[in-house]
């Protein structure tokens, strides 16, 4: 964790990466990361609602 916020300071720093990029960079990663984790979501309750189905 220290580690990753060196290297973001760095980046603010050094090469003048703007902090609104990252934040809408941050921003997408974590809405990306949510709709997979909701479509693996839906894809279990679906396996899980047909194996009750068919028993």
Known sequence: ???????????VKVYDVPL????????AMVLG????IGAAALLGRLIATLRQRFK
């Not at 964790?1 to 980046?11: D, N, R, S």
Request: hydrophobic residues 70%; proline residues 0%; contains cysteine.
């Open 1 to 11: 964790m220290v580690a990753c916020g060196a290297f973001l300071l760095m980046a």
């Open 20 to 27: 609104s990029d990252m934040g809408s960079n941050l921003l």
């Open 33 to 36: 990361l949510a709709v997979i």
